[in-house]
T-cell receptor, first 117, second 114 residues
């Protein structure tokens, strides 16, 4: 089973609208971290936001917020007031603290977001 | 701080050749890792290290070797390149567990094996 599922391969959104990018995850760990990265066409991986499994409040970073619903194992990224520069691939990722497997990030397949003027 | 640096940016190899992708960080991070990104996919973990002298395998380790002789450097060696290793390679670093904060990525190396 996939550990990170991003169900939206592509999205078109009008400039200035809010965007929600979906991410669901699968883990039996109690302690884990959830991440969102942006990858523009230039190829670099840009960290956007992080949520720890024990954090009670949803993480926010400027126009980005993470809608964390632990019981549903959901970690959606919300971008408020989208801009043309937000057009990029967006990846959801998870790092499990105590799972016996490899220690690293597990990524979803990404969502290609295109902001239209 | 330069952050995480990777060299080269681009590389073309012939099947069977070997090479080393370089990765360095100047943030005194204990944890370093290598990922590969294939078209239409997220990144997949190749190898990682939780400190100097300690390395371990990730999800897709076959065909790659790593070593960690210093905190700063974490080179990735392709022993005998194959076309299936054509990919973009990213190195990343972070503070080790239990801190689960941001992983810092290098700019990537685009490798083509013909």
């Amino acid at each position: 089973a996939q550990k990170i599922t991003q169900t939206q391969p592509g999205m078109f959104v009008q400039e200035k609208e809010a965007v929600t990018l979906d991410c669901t995850y699968d883990t039996s760990d109690q302690s884990y971290g959830l991440f969102w990265y942006k990858q523009p066409s230039s190829g670099e991986m840009i960290f956007l936001i992080y949520q720890g499994s024990y954090d009670e409040q949803n993480a926010t970073e400027g126009r980005y917020s993470l809608n964390f619903q632990k019981a549903r194992k959901s970690a959606n990224l919300v971008i408020s007031a989208s801009q043309l520069g937000d057009s990029a691939m967006y990846f959801c990722a998870m790092r499990e603290v105590s799972g016996g497997g490899a220690d690293g990030l597990t990524f979803g397949k990404g969502t290609h977001l295109i902001i239209q003027p | 701080n330069a952050g995480v640096t990777q060299t080269p940016k681009f590389q073309v190899l012939k099947t069977g050749q070997s090479m080393t992708l370089q990765c360095a960080q100047d943030m005194n991070h204990e944890y370093m890792s290598w990922y590969r990104q294939d078209p239409g996919m997220g990144l997949r973990l190749i190898h990682y290290s939780v400190g100097a002298g300690i390395t371990d395998q990730g999800e897709v380790p076959n065909g790659y070797n790593v070593s960690r002789s210093t905190t700063e450097d974490f080179p990735l060696r392709l022993l005998s390149a194959a076309p299936s290793q054509t990919s973009v390679y990213f190195c990343a670093s972070s503070f080790s567990k239990p801190g689960l904060g941001e992983q810092y990525f290098g700019p990537g190396t685009r490798l083509t094996v013909t």
